[in-house]
């Protein structure tokens, strides 16, 4: 499947063609109402007012708009490209409150979740579903939470492996929510909420990982 030049023609979509966007939208929606292996891409092309002919204009299979609507939604979940220096164990909490109230602010959207519902629902009969998912979405997070975790290990504020640091914070921030929001049985956390789970999460990691001297 070719999701890398899917992603990379993110930078020229302001100016797409009105009948791309009709494309993905009448996809997504098929998606979420038929199941992906279920909706073909006639249905997806009757949806959209388009003839096949303009769906494979612009997308060379059902596999490649599927990755197009995942890697839209997947993009949401990537880390803030601005965040505090730590330059000590202060700044160090501030950024890592931010990172987790990121996380939790853009995964709880219904949009992602429903996201992540359609990967669980095809991962038997079309497992690149979750692939494209984990690679765009949940593995690039994951990378640059741990890269984040070797800046602060390198500047003595963790002692710790970075790769354990980074999946110790996301289970901390989660524990058992996300669960409960793929199950459709506890309800979307309120801005004060997510803040309150960001910082509980980020206090629990400092203690358990304090500066390397102090660890001494």
Known sequence: ?????????????AGEAPARRRILEAAFSAFMEQGFAATSTLEIATRAKASKRELYAHFGSKQEILA?????????????????????????????????SHLLQE???????AVFRLAIAEAVR????????NDIGVAA?????????????????L????????????GLL???????????????????????????????LLRLYPPPAAAR
């Open 1 to 13: 499947m070719p999701v890398e030049r899917i992603v990379k023609s993110r930078a020229a979509e």
């Open 68 to 100: 197009a609507c995942i890697a839209e939604r997947a993009e949401r979940l990537r880390m803030p490209a601005e965040l505090p220096e730590a330059l000590d164990r202060a700044t160090l909490a501030t950024a890592l409150t931010a990172l987790g």
């Open 107 to 113: 995964v709880s959207d219904p949009i992602v979740i």
């Open 126 to 133: 079309a497992p690149d579903v979750a692939r494209t998912l």
């Open 141 to 157: 997070s994951r990378s640059a939470l741990r890269a984040f975790m070797t800046r602060a290990r390198a500047a003595g504020l």
């Open 159 to 170: 002692d710790g492996d970075p790769a354990a640091m980074a999946e110790q914070f996301a």
């Open 174 to 204: 989660w524990g058992t929510q996300m669960t409960r929001l793929l199950l459709g049985v506890d309800d979307r956390p309120s801005p004060r909420e997510i803040t309150r789970r960001a910082e509980a999460a980020t206090a629990a």
